[in-house]
């Protein structure tokens, strides 16, 4: 349900800046800006780059995620700068992750196509 979505996307998003402020990176939460990703990450050295972050949080167990067109042509055009960070919440609120994939997507999605499901075990196997 709308609640229940809600309340594992927050706790995904707070366990990935918590993962990054641990890292020293300076973090401002996008998401309300609808520009393709959900934190961007100031890493505390100026020879770092900045990190575009797309947060998905998912309830422990799930087998999906799913990435919509804005979100993937995003990725492809910021390369590098862009990661995915899959955060799994459990039925107690504890939240395992986040796992970063670099480069999740190689192809843009066809015309018309709103988003794109995709398998969770495929997608983390290129985490780190």
């Not at 309300?32 to 949080?57: F, M, N, Q």
Request: aromatic residues 8%.
């Amino acid at each position: 349900d709308a609640a229940a979505r809600a309340r594992i996307e927050r706790l995904a998003m707070e366990c990935v800046r918590r993962a990054e402020e641990s890292r020293g990176a300076r973090v401002v939460d996008v998401s309300a800006e609808k520009c393709g990703w959900d934190l961007t990450a100031y890493p505390a050295s100026p020879a770092e780059t900045v990190r575009h972050i797309e947060v998905k949080g998912r309830v422990k167990g799930a087998t999906t995620v799913t990435v919509t067109r804005n979100e993937i042509l995003y990725a492809l055009n910021q390369a590098e700068k862009f990661v995915l960070a899959v955060v799994f919440v459990d039925e107690h609120d504890r939240t395992e992750g986040p796992h970063y994939v670099r480069a999740p997507f190689d192809a843009e999605p066809g015309w018309g196509v709103a988003s794109v499901n995709y398998d969770l075990a495929k997608l983390l196997e290129r985490a780190s």
